[in-house]
């Protein structure tokens, strides 16, 4: 079965050009239901197996995320179907603006408490590796290209001085199955609920500190991110969860200045401002609680 003959079985089908480069995708409808469904190619098959599992394993445990209703390849074997249910409702990212202050911190606290749900759903256990080396086999290249190669500024050596005074408390972290780009754009909101959508951006092969997924937290609206952190725990953050929640968040930043200067030089400037807020916000890495939460 090719493509052509697979939305042929739909009443209707509509390409969708939002969003990242990756998989092609369309909304669908058959009836009265509607669908989304992901094109890939067939060499990410097993990727897409595994992503589809876990997915459906979330959906099974009642959580806010698509249903998974067909996971195929086409007859050669160079696509892979994934069939999901269409999750109705706005992005929130277009529509968080317009929230009171009070709505965006209830949206935030909902969104935490999936998050939290999502992490205990699917702890990882059969990890050969430690988050630490997982975590430093990564950064360590990227903060030593930024050493050799990235923009200098005003506090950069206190992000890095930080990132090497705290690293050690990534040695006992638990791991889980991570979303991996859990923020704003990728929660949908309808009727005051949040659900959860784009589960294909995975980082560190989908496992981690659960603590991590914070390094995306929209801090352009602090109500938010105070209700996302909140829900999160219940109310009752841990101090060491503030440490890293700092190392986690800065060390994102600053090794996205490599990367964008030779991959999004557009976006150099944006990324350059986010490290001096960082600074701001964590009173020059010197108090790991943000001031939008004090």
Request: aromatic share 14%; net charge negative; hydrophobic share 35%.
């Amino acid at each position: 079965m090719n493509l052509e003959t697979y939305l042929s079985g739909f009443d209707k089908a509509e390409k969708i050009d939002k969003g990242m480069a990756g998989d092609i995708k369309y909304r669908c409808r058959r009836g009265a239901e509607e669908y989304l469904l992901r094109v890939a190619a067939g060499e990410e098959y097993d990727e897409k197996k595994k992503e589809f599992a876990y997915l459906k394993r979330l959906s099974d445990a009642g959580l806010p995320v698509p249903g998974c209703v067909e996971f195929i390849k086409n007859d050669d074997g160079s696509k892979v179907f994934t069939l999901l249910t269409w999750m109705p409702g706005e992005d929130l990212e277009g529509v968080i603006s317009n929230m009171s202050l009070s709505e965006q911190y209830e949206i935030g606290n909902q969104a935490g408490s999936i998050l939290r749900r999502i992490h205990d759903t699917c702890p990882e256990t059969g990890v050969k590796k430690k988050w630490y080396d997982l975590y430093t086999e990564t950064i360590d290249p990227r903060i030593d290209a930024y050493r050799d190669e990235g923009i200098p500024f005003s506090g950069s050596e206190k992000i890095l001085q930080y990132f090497e005074d705290n690293k050690y408390l990534m040695q006992e972290r638990p791991m889980c199955h991570h979303h991996g780009d859990y923020h704003t754009g990728n929660l949908i909101i309808n009727f005051g609920k949040v659900s959860v959508i784009d589960w294909h951006t995975m980082d560190f092969d989908s496992t981690g500190d659960p603590w991590y997924e914070f390094n995306r937290i929209d801090t352009k609206y602090p109500e938010f991110a105070k209700g996302q952190i909140d829900g999160y725990f219940n109310g009752n953050v841990p101090e060491e969860f503030w440490r890293l929640f700092a190392l986690y968040i800065s060390v994102s930043a600053i090794t996205s200045i490599v990367w964008a200067k030779y991959f999004a030089p557009e976006e150099l400037d944006k990324i350059m401002g986010l490290n001096m807020s960082i600074l701001k916000i964590f009173d020059d890495m010197e108090n790991p609680i943000p001031k939008w939460y004090r």
